[in-house]
């Protein structure tokens, strides 16, 4: 009971549940998709600085409005995917190999990928560009290109940012 004798009104937030129950400050507006198990964890893990390694041959990322790094350790990696929405995520690839040709597919909105990826190597970009620059800062990017490791960058990026660097950077 309120205030004078009447029944306060249940508050409720966006989820429908009572604010006492949301673990989100109530004054924080998140679209409603992002309450489901997979997606809340996923928001709460790029919000840290996510420093893992993998040695799988398969990455999966994604950054909303935070950060992911991601070292791959695999001697044969294959391909990967990374999204990034308001997010950044840099994938190091100095201790890897690649065999033939892979691709790294991204999503990007207001993002941006850093890869530190071996001189030797062929980097090819095939991505959309809307308002988004590509830029390989390899110190000599065309100077023994192997040509059996062969990484092409697909997607799309909106005001996005996919810089490649070598791996002294």
């Excluded at 409603?32 to 893990?45: A, G």
């Excluded at 530190?116 to 590509?134: D, G, L, R, S, Y």
């Excluded at 390899?138 to 023994?144: A, K, V």
Aim: proline share 4%; glycine share 6%.
């Amino acid at each position: 009971m309120g205030e004078y004798g009447r029944s306060t009104p249940d508050k409720r937030n966006l989820t429908g549940l009572p604010q006492e129950s949301c673990l989100l400050p109530t004054s924080l507006t998140i679209s409603p998709i992002l309450f489901s198990d997979k997606q809340l964890t996923i928001l709460h893990l790029s919000t840290q600085k996510n420093q893992s390694a993998m040695t799988d041959e398969y990455i999966d990322t994604t950054a909303i409005f935070g950060e992911v790094k991601k070292h791959i350790l695999s001697k044969d990696f294959k391909s990967g995917k990374v999204m990034n929405l308001f997010g950044t995520t840099t994938v190091d690839f100095c201790n890897a190999d690649i065999n033939g040709t892979v691709i790294l597919d991204s999503t990007q909105l207001f993002g941006e990928i850093k890869i530190k990826a071996p001189a030797n190597w062929h980097v090819v970009p095939e991505v959309t560009n809307i308002f988004m620059v590509v830029d390989d800062k390899r110190r000599s990017p065309t100077l023994n290109i192997d040509n059996n490791k062969i990484l092409i960058l697909r997607g799309v990026g909106v005001f996005a940012t996919i810089k490649i660097i070598d791996c002294f950077s």
